[in-house]
């Protein structure tokens, strides 16, 4: 009866561990996104706040920039 006690302690400490950990990634999930959101917010911002030649500059420039520039993979996914 001991001994079985013993081990359902141990598993259940296990699971817990496992529990915890999957609670943290999603937080951490969670907070870059919002961090994400808030950067774009203020890159908008930002862009709203210039003048209209160099809205159309900065337009460009992002137009140029995605075609010469490898797309990066996110969050350790390889790139097709």
Known sequence: ????????????EAQEATVSKRKIEREHAKNEKKSRKAYEKAVKQH????????RAMMKQSKKTARKTM???????????
């Open 70 to 80: 490898p797309v990066k993979p996110a969050s350790g996914k390889k790139c097709k």
């Open 47 to 54: 862009q709203k706040n210039q003048s209209s030649n160099t």
């Open 1 to 12: 009866m001991f001994l079985i006690f013993i081990t359902f302690v141990s598993g259940t």
